[in-house]
T-cell receptor, first 109, second 112 residues
Framework: EDQVTQSPEALRLQEGESSSLNCSYTVSGLRGLFWYRQDPGKGPEFLFTLYSAGEEKEKERLKATLTKKESFLHITAPKPEDSATYLC??????????FGAGTQVVVTP | DADVTQTPRNRITKTGKRIMLECSQTKGHDRMYWYRQDPGLGLRLIYYSFDVKDINKGEISDGYSVSRQAQAKFSLSLESAIPNQTALYFCATKDGERQPQHFGDGTRLSIL
């Protein structure tokens, strides 16, 4: 059964304190992994797409990496405006997006 | 203006009522999706459509129906609402096979 698991469920960081979020998946034949950011009262906002193990993408303080079984979203020197819920989604065996439950990140000044 | 617009943004209604949630897009994408989001469960797919004549059930379609009135419009209906359909509902669009989905800002639906 295809599954996507994100950890931790919640993360509280001090401004400038770097950390990583994990997304592990069990999908045969990965066809794409997506990272989204979701702010309260808003829909998910697309961040990155990764397709193959070893691939990396970067945007400002965020960097996404991919292995054969998991992806990491690294937040370097976070700022309060990086506070959000980060969602991981994988294209499953049927070609549909399967989402993890998300990691809620709070960055305090 | 938002590329993917959902109406209403909030709705409170009673058990047994028929409800329609609407989604319109200006992105020109063929593919459209309806999801629900519940705390701790992530987004789950209700229905999706690849074009006006193509409607497909998702993971949790029971109790829901959809209508694709035009390329830009995709509506979700709850024929007889029940309290466990209380959730956040999101519409999304997509341009092609390897493209990301783009989401509206959601409808918060409460069924009493």
């Amino acid at each position: 059964e295809d599954q996507v698991t994100q950890s931790p469920e919640a993360l509280r960081l001090q401004e400038g304190e770097s950390s990583s979020l994990n997304c592990s998946y069990t999908v045969s034949g990965l066809r794409g992994l997506f990272w989204y950011r979701q702010d309260p009262g808003k829909g998910p906002e697309f961040l990155f797409t990764l397709y193959s193990a070893g691939e990396e993408k970067e945007k400002e303080r965020l960097k996404a990496t991919l292995t054969k079984k998991e992806s990491f979203l690294h937040i370097t020197a976070p700022k309060p405006e990086d506070s959000a819920t980060y969602l991981c989604a994988v294209v499953d065996s049927w070609g549909k997006l399967q989402f993890g439950a998300g990691t809620q990140v709070v960055v305090t000044p | 203006d938002a590329d993917v617009t959902q109406t209403p943004r909030n709705r409170i209604t009673k058990t047994g009522k028929r409800i329609m949630l609407e989604c319109s897009q200006t992105k020109g994408h063929d593919r459209m999706y309806w999801y629900r989001q519940d705390p701790g469960l992530g987004l789950r797919l209700i229905y999706y459509s690849f074009d006006v004549k193509d409607i497909n059930k998702g993971e949790i379609s029971d109790g829901y129906s959809v209508s694709r009135q035009a390329q830009a419009k995709f509506s979700l209906s709850l024929e007889s609402a029940i309290p466990n359909q209380t959730a956040l509902y999101f519409c999304a669009t997509k341009d092609g096979e390897r493209q990301p989905q783009h989401f509206g800002d959601g409808t918060r639906l409460s069924i009493l």
